[in-house]
């Protein structure tokens, strides 16, 4: 029941912390281990045990030391594994409760409410309130809420605390008994994702983001795959770096073929995000930038500056769909969505167009 240290480059990624049931709830980590946790270089306040994301929890220990300041209490809360601080704010209705100026200063008839007082019941509600959440040393506290690090010191900001009534034990010893089934059955066993699965998406992501940039700089207009296949070719373990890892040797794809199957699912990608497209599927496969097809902003601007002049369109403009039409019968019929959406927020960007409504835009 110890975490191992977490190397920042094993993190997973933060999107896929939601993933692991344990990020949603309060975890029933010893106190120790709470103390120990590596918090992430990703997000601040997010810890990690074997790879758990964790960021609340749920402590029950005995209040060893105390300080009390108008708006909140600081109790240390030891649970036999270690001493942690925790920091409850008071609730208004307890601070209302302490001070006799605000309490109790109202006087009420019986026979407005039908014997009933409901200011006399309140001020029961806050002292019983007052009792449960005012704690000595010695008395036994149950904390909820995040881990916070504050001056180099870990701590607790309590969401929920309550003292807890166990005259014969038997909440504590529940827990400890309930803990360690925890510890066994989640905690200790390290969050894994799929490993082949997540590899291939970051190869991927850094693909398609390789290619992107080299667009961008080299201000490209049209390319052929092969223009940027050799892009693509660190990123393909060699047979070298295969045999120096000690595996045996499995069966698969050749080098140039993940290369091929890589550049066709990056490809794929760009296309599906409108940063590039095929004017002409032909066997010469010729894909056009996006950004850089000037011909192609020429006939998105002509359509909204003609169409806009009818009456149908004049009031509201011409609706995505209708540009996107209007483009495929004069343009290109290869043209995605996501294409003419890169296309309009650009024009909108350099004041050529606006959008006068959801998904309408007039010329200008």
């Known amino acids: 029941m110890q975490a191992a240290a977490v190397d920042p480059a094993d993190e997973p990624p933060s999107m896929l ?60 809360v030891d649970d036999g594994t270690g001493v942690i601080n925790c920091l409850c704010w008071k609730s208004n209705l307890l601070k209302e409760a302490e001070d006799p100026n605000k309490s109790g200063t109202k006087k009420h008839s019986d026979a407005d409410h039908g014997g009933f007082d409901p200011v006399a019941e309140l001020k029961k509600l806050g002292q019983a309130q007052l009792k449960r959440c005012r704690l000595e040393i010695g008395e036994l506290v149950r904390v909820r809420g995040p881990v916070k690090t504050s001056r180099q010191q870990r701590e607790i900001m309590a969401s929920t605390y309550y ?106 990608i760009l296309q599906n995000e409108g940063v590039v497209y095929r004017k002409v599927k032909s066997q010469d496969e010729m894909y056009h930038v996006t950004t850089q097809d000037k011909d192609l902003f020429i006939a998105v601007k002509d359509i909204i500056r003609e169409d ?39 024009l909108e960007c350099d004041s050529d167009i606006i959008s006068t409504s959801d998904s309408h835009y007039i010329a200008i």
């Open 163 to 268: 003292k807890v009534d166990d005259p014969v034990m038997a909440i504590q010893i529940a827990w400890m008994m309930e803990v360690p089934q925890l510890y066994r059955q989640f905690y200790d066993k390290r969050f894994q994702i799929n490993a082949a699965g997540y590899s291939a998406e970051r190869s991927i992501n850094k693909a398609a983001n390789i290619i992107q940039d080299f667009l961008k700089q080299k201000l490209v207009t049209k390319f052929r795959p092969y223009d940027v296949q050799d892009l693509l070719q660190p990123l393909i373990p060699s047979r070298h770096q295969a045999q120096s890892a000690e595996q045996e040797p499995v069966a698969g794809p050749s080098g140039c073929q993940q290369l091929s199957q890589l550049l066709k699912e990056v490809l794929q």
């Open 17 to 76: 912390w939601g993933l692991d049931p344990i990020f949603s709830a309060f975890a029933r980590l010893f106190v120790r281990d709470i103390l120990q946790m590596t918090e992430s270089t990703q997000v601040p306040g997010i810890y990690f045990y074997n790879l758990h994301p964790i960021y609340k929890v749920d402590v029950l220990g005995t209040v060893v030391y105390k300080r009390e300041r108008d708006d909140f209490f600081c109790y240390g």
């Open 308 to 346: 806009s002049k009818r009456e149908k369109y004049a009031e509201k403009g011409c609706h995505v769909l209708h540009i996107l039409s209007a483009v495929r019968q004069r343009y290109s019929l290869n043209v995605s969505k996501a294409a003419l959406e890169l296309v309009l927020k650009t």
